[in-house]
């Protein structure tokens, strides 16, 4: 029993082809409707233009406001067909995505397999590796981002992209525009 009351005992698959040949089997039939109208209209048609010929005008007015009511129910039998079929594509749409959501569980078990499968310490020495190498590229690209160093040994501000800041008894900041602040 699931969540919400009794699940069916049929995969999904098999539950999307029933719906879906109801659902296109009430569409034959709204198109038998629809076609039925019409040819109801082409009558009306030949009726109004011998009222017509004949100078029934009341005639004429009460046929043509029933052709205008037939060609709104064609309009509505027309948008009822076009809600089916959206609902048919959703259906599609949603078995494809349990159908992808079924390959991923299967995909993640094989990752889970093939872990267990590789030796662990190797991956944790290569990821630590790794980590090293990303922490020496930040702390670069961190430098880069305070191009102005202090000299203490000559009292100036220095522009000098390696060293972000010099303290007393430090390394000397060569090559560099210095600034006196004093």
């Given at each position: 029993?699931?969540?919400?009351?009794?699940?069916?005992?049929?995969?999904?698959?098999?539950?999307?082809?029933?719906?879906?040949?109801?659902?296109?089997?009430?569409?034959?039939?709204?198109?038998r409707q629809i076609r039925d109208i019409q040819r109801e209209e082409e009558k009306v048609k030949r009726s109004i233009k011998d009222a017509a010929k004949k100078g029934h005008r009341?005639?004429?007015?009460v046929l043509a406001k029933e052709m205008i009511q037939s060609k709104r129910a064609v309009s509505k039998l027309y948008a009822s067909k076009a809600q089916m079929n959206s609902v048919l594509l959703s259906m599609k749409n949603q078995l494809s995505v349990l159908r992808v959501a079924g390959a991923l569980q299967k995909s993640t078990e094989v990752m889970k397999a093939m872990q267990s499968l590789v030796k662990i310490p190797e991956i944790q020495g290569t990821m630590r590796e790794l980590s090293k190498e990303m922490m020496k590229v930040?702390?670069?690209?961190?430098?880069?981002?305070?191009?102005l160093c202090v000299c203490w040994e000559h009292k100036s501000i220095t522009a000098h992209c390696l060293r972000p800041l010099h303290h007393p008894g430090g390394p000397k900041a060569t090559n560099s525009l210095c600034l006196n602040i004093y």
């Open positions: 029993m699931g969540l919400f009351g009794k699940t069916h005992d049929k995969p999904p698959k098999d539950l999307v082809n029933e719906w879906s040949l109801k659902i296109r089997k009430e569409m034959r039939v709204i198109d009341d005639v004429c007015v930040s702390r670069i690209s961190a430098d880069s981002l305070w191009p």
